[in-house]
């Protein structure tokens, strides 16, 4: 071992350290086996219970509770992403989980449901945000996972569609930084002629492509996925998508972050049959009609200011009921079991012949900084 800190050492001390490595990560492994055999039991009486093998009120508090122990030499980051993969692996020791979401595979889709559940988990791609909602209700799928809005582009309506019509509950939510990448196997631009995408990464991407590669033909195509899987395969094409489907597809990084809006970050929903316990910091979802005269939307939205409620996102849709009937999606930082949340939503239903819970589930983080 070094005697000061910052001194420079030798060959020999370096050797040390590194045998004081192994012993540390055999003492790593170790646990990890202990802590594998208490999931296993813990699987084996929820299995006996008839409970949810994926808690995430529970991953939360276990992810806060791990960050509040470093330390500080271990970047905090790094250790709630390497908690995730050890809670994911537990998880798939507990029960066989799927998680169906809108494919097709290394799409930003897939990408966010590798952030909520890590990676030892089955995840099944669909084709549409209504075939996740089917998967998921028939019980063929234990939740989903599907983008609910855009920091640029807005709502996605079909999923706020399929909300109202559906009996599952979102019960977790993740924000992923939108970065695209040009991506091939050619080795330089120049040597690009070709350039696919989904129709809306081209036009995010669109003053890049202008201005870098205007010799190149701009193709349409189905998904940011369909245009890797072609990239690797056709000489002279590259694709605009995620460092995601470069690595799986085995294409070179041309380009990062050619998107022309820096701040981009898309909020995506999983779904279950029942929304999560609370942590503390949580936010519920609700969908609700009001009655037809005037001042009514702002009575009914006092229910939440007289309580403090801060309401984070409210979007109008057509009820699909009656022409020209709309209904209200609200998002508001709290849980249900609260006091103050539940005084709020009983004023809620004064005001409104129609009032739905879709789901309560832990915040997650929506800060999103400039992508490099």
């Known amino acids: 071992m070094f005697a000061e800190e910052g001194v420079s050492g030798t060959p020999k001390d370096m050797e040390g350290l590194r045998d004081g490595i192994d012993a ?25 219970e008839g409970l949810e093998a994926y808690v995430p009120a529970r991953e939360r508090k276990v992810l806060d509770r791990v960050s509040g122990l470093s330390q500080g030499d271990f970047p905090k980051s790094g250790l709630e992403a390497v908690f995730r993969e050890i809670i994911s692996s537990s998880i798939s020791l507990e029960a066989p989980l799927k ?17 909520a559940f890590g990676t030892s988990v089955e995840f099944e791609p669909q084709a549409t945000v209504a075939e996740v909602f089917a998967r998921v209700e028939r019980g063929e799928a234990q939740h989903g996972v599907v983008a609910v809005e855009n920091s640029i582009e807005g709502t996605v309506t079909h999923t706020l569609d399929e909300l109202m019509a559906s009996p599952l509950k979102i019960c977790g939510e993740v924000y992923l930084p ?19 995408s989904h129709p809306m990464a081209l036009a995010q991407a669109s003053t890049w492509l202008r201005h870098e590669l205007s010799h190149a033909a701009l193709e349409e ?3 940011t996925s369909e245009a890797a899987r072609r990239a690797s395969e056709e000489p002279g094409v590259a694709a605009v998508g995620s460092a995601l489907a470069a690595e799986a597809y085995g294409l070179s990084v041309l380009a990062r972050s050619i998107q022309d809006v820096r701040v981009n970050a898309t909020r995506f929903i999983v779904l279950g049959r029942s929304w999560a316990g609370p942590t503390g910091k949580d936010k519920t979802s609700v969908v609700f009609s009001v009655k037809d005269r005037p001042g009514i939307l702002k009575d009914a939205l006092s229910a939440f200011s007289d309580e403090g409620i801060n309401l984070t996102r409210i979007e109008s849709r057509p009820s699909r009921r009656r022409m020209w009937t709309y209904v209200f999606f609200a998002d508001f930082r709290g849980h249900p079991e609260e006091e103050r949340v539940a005084r ?15 789901g309560a589930y832990p915040e997650a983080s929506g800060e999103v900084l400039p992508n490099a």
């Open 99 to 115: 998680i169906a979401f809108l494919g097709p595979e290394s799409t930003f889709t897939h990408e966010a449901a590798r952030l």
């Open 24 to 48: 540390v990560d055999e003492e790593i492994v170790r646990l990890l086996d202990e802590r594998a055999r208490l999931a296993r039991r813990i699987g084996e009486i929820k299995l006996a």
């Open 221 to 223: 195509v189905e998904s």
């Open 178 to 196: 939108i970065s695209q990448s040009l991506l091939s196997r050619e080795t330089s631009l120049k040597e690009v002629k070709t350039v696919l």
């Open 344 to 358: 709020a939503l009983e004023a809620l239903e004064e005001y409104c012949p129609y009032v739905s819970l879709i």
